[in-house]
C-alpha cells in the first residue's frame, strides 16, 4: 500500500432499501462521502435509523452500495469478490460488536486465537502475542474462563482482543459500550483510547453516544443517511 493512501475512502455512496410490497423505496444513504487517514480515529455518530450500521456493513463488504465507491486500505471493494472480501475482512479487518458475539464453547484464550489460526498461525505459535495482549487488557487471570463466566465488561474486553489479535489494518466499532452499564461503558472507553494511543491502526466507532464520539480524533455526524457538520450534533 502506498504511505498516504487513506485507510478508507468513501465517495458518493448511495444506499436504497425497497420498502413494502416493493413500490416504494427507503433510501438509508444518500452521497455520503469522506476519507479516513491510516491511524484516525473516527466516529460515526447518529440517532437510530440514521444510516450509520449500513453504512458500517458497507465498509465492511458485507453490503454493497447502490452507487458510489468504498476503498480499503487502497483496494476498491467493488472490484472483488465475496472470496476476496472474506480475506481481506479475516487479515485486515476487525471488529468490535456490542453484543460482544464470542464463542461460548471457546476459552477466553481460544477465542483470541480464533482470528489467528484462520490467519495460518497455531494456538501454540500465538500464545506470547495472546498472553501479551490479555496482560494489556487486565485480563491475564481470565485466561482459561468461558464467556458465560465472565461479567459484561469482561465479555467486551475478551472481543476488542479479538479484534484487535491479528494486528488488523482497520478496526470497526459497532456501538461497543450500548451493552454495557455506564460505569463500565466509561471503563471500555478508556481501555480503546489506551490501546491505540500506541498503536497505527485505524479505529471508526459507531455510535449514539456524544460520550463515546468524544476519544475520536474526529466525529462525522450522520442525519437522515447525510453526512451533516459535526457541530449541529452538539445540540442533541
Same mark, same amino acid.
Given at each position: 500500500?502506498?504511505?498516504?493512501?487513506?485507510?478508507?475512502?468513501?465517495?458518493?455512496?448511495?444506499?436504497?432499501?425497497?420498502?413494502?410490497?416493493?413500490?416504494?423505496?427507503?433510501?438509508?444513504?444518500?452521497?455520503?462521502?469522506?476519507?479516513?487517514?491510516?491511524?484516525?480515529?473516527?466516529?460515526?455518530?447518529?440517532?437510530?435509523?440514521?444510516?450509520?450500521?449500513?453504512?458500517?456493513?458497507?465498509?465492511?463488504?458485507?453490503?454493497?452500495?447502490?452507487?458510489?465507491?468504498? =476503498?480499503?486500505? &487502497?483496494?476498491?471493494?467493488?472490484?472483488? +469478490? $465475496?472470496?476476496? #472480501?472474506? !480475506? /481481506?475482512?479475516?487479515?485486515?479487518? @476487525?471488529?468490535?460488536?456490542?453484543?460482544?458475539?464470542?464463542?461460548?464453547?471457546?476459552?477466553?484464550?481460544?477465542?483470541?486465537?480464533?482470528?489467528?489460526?484462520?490467519?495460518?498461525?497455531?494456538?501454540?505459535?500465538?500464545?506470547?502475542?495472546?498472553?501479551?495482549?490479555?496482560?494489556?487488557?487486565?485480563?491475564?487471570?481470565?485466561?482459561?474462563?468461558?464467556?458465560?463466566?465472565?461479567?459484561?465488561?469482561?465479555?467486551?474486553?475478551?472481543?476488542?482482543?479479538?479484534?484487535?489479535?491479528?494486528?488488523?489494518?482497520?478496526?470497526?466499532?459497532? =456501538?461497543?459500550? &450500548?451493552?454495557?452499564?455506564?460505569?463500565? +461503558? $466509561?471503563?471500555? #472507553?478508556? !481501555? /480503546?483510547?489506551?490501546?491505540?494511543? @500506541?498503536?497505527?491502526?485505524?479505529?471508526?466507532?459507531?455510535?449514539?453516544?456524544?460520550?463515546?464520539?468524544?476519544?475520536?480524533?474526529?466525529?462525522?455526524?450522520?442525519?437522515?443517511?447525510?453526512?451533516?457538520?459535526?457541530?449541529?450534533?452538539?445540540?442533541?
Amino acid at each position: 500500500m502506498v504511505p498516504g493512501t487513506p485507510a478508507l475512502r468513501v465517495h458518493d455512496v448511495h444506499k436504497v432499501y425497497p420498502e413494502g410490497d416493493g413500490k416504494s423505496e427507503h433510501r438509508v444513504l444518500e452521497g455520503v462521502s469522506f476519507d479516513v487517514a491510516q491511524g484516525e480515529c473516527v466516529a460515526l455518530l447518529g440517532r437510530s435509523g440514521s444510516g450509520k450500521s449500513t453504512l458500517l456493513n458497507l465498509l465492511a463488504g458485507i453490503d454493497r452500495p447502490d452507487q458510489g465507491s468504498v =476503498e480499503v486500505m &487502497g483496494q476498491p471493494l467493488r472490484r472483488l +469478490g $465475496e472470496p476476496a #472480501l472474506t !480475506l /481481506l475482512r479475516r487479515r485486515q479487518i @476487525g471488529f468490535i460488536y456490542q453484543f460482544f458475539n464470542l464463542i461460548p464453547t471457546l476459552s477466553v484464550t481460544e477465542n483470541l486465537a480464533l482470528p489467528l489460526e484462520l490467519n495460518g498461525t497455531t494456538l501454540r505459535r500465538g500464545l506470547p502475542r495472546i498472553h501479551a495482549l490479555l496482560e494489556q487488557l487486565g485480563l491475564e487471570r481470565r485466561a482459561e474462563a468461558f464467556p458465560d463466566q465472565l461479567s459484561g465488561g469482561e465479555q467486551q474486553r475478551v472481543a476488542i482482543g479479538r479484534a484487535l489479535i491479528h494486528e488488523p489494518a482497520l478496526v470497526l466499532a459497532d =456501538e461497543p459500550t &450500548g451493552n454495557l452499564d455506564v460505569e463500565t +461503558g $466509561e471503563q471500555i #472507553l478508556e !481501555l /480503546l483510547s489506551a490501546l491505540f494511543a @500506541g498503536r497505527r491502526q485505524t479505529l471508526i466507532l459507531v455510535t449514539h453516544s456524544l460520550t463515546v464520539s468524544a476519544i475520536a480524533d474526529r466525529v462525522l455526524t450522520l442525519e437522515h443517511g447525510r453526512l451533516v457538520a459535526a457541530d449541529r450534533s452538539l445540540a442533541w
